[in-house]
């Protein structure tokens, strides 16, 4: 059973820091994509970042670029999502996401390209 389960997630001011973290079992993790995502409350969810199963390729929404970093240990089948710069627009659930590598790469920001979702965790960011 694949399980997805993302943790970091908090208060935090304008122009703090987070880095949010989702653990992953019951898959070959190294041979899946992984993905984060956001949905801020009563709106669409919405690509974030994408990090290929070997960590080599990397993808961001335009939005976040130079704010956000993906990342991943394949030894403790962990992705990470650094954050700084916090804005208040960026307060949304954030979710991860795992597709396997077999798949297209630039569509890695399409929520259909992947197969497992963590359940979420929310980030609130105070102005």
């Known amino acids: 059973q694949v399980e997805l389960v993302e943790s970091g997630g908090g208060l935090v001011q304008a122009g703090g820091s987070l880095r949010l973290s989702c653990a992953a079992s019951?898959?070959?993790?190294?041979?899946?994509?992984m993905g984060w995502f956001r949905q801020p409350l009563g709106k669409e969810r919405a690509f974030v970042a994408a990090?290929?199963?070997?960590?080599?390729?990397?993808n961001y929404a335009n939005s976040v670029k130079g704010r956000f970093t993906i990342s991943r240990d394949n030894a403790k089948n962990t992705v990470y999502l650094q954050i700084t710069s916090l804005k208040p627009e960026d307060t949304a659930v954030y979710y991860c996401?795992?597709?396997?590598?077999?798949?297209?790469?630039?569509?890695?920001?399409?929520?259909?390209?992947?197969?497992?979702w963590g359940q979420g965790t929310q980030v609130t960011v105070s102005s």
């Open positions: 996401a795992a597709g396997p590598s077999s798949g297209i790469w630039r569509s890695t920001p399409a929520a259909t390209r992947y197969d497992y």
């Open positions: 019951g898959l070959p993790f190294s041979s899946y994509d």
């Open positions: 990090i290929s199963g070997s960590g080599s390729v990397t």
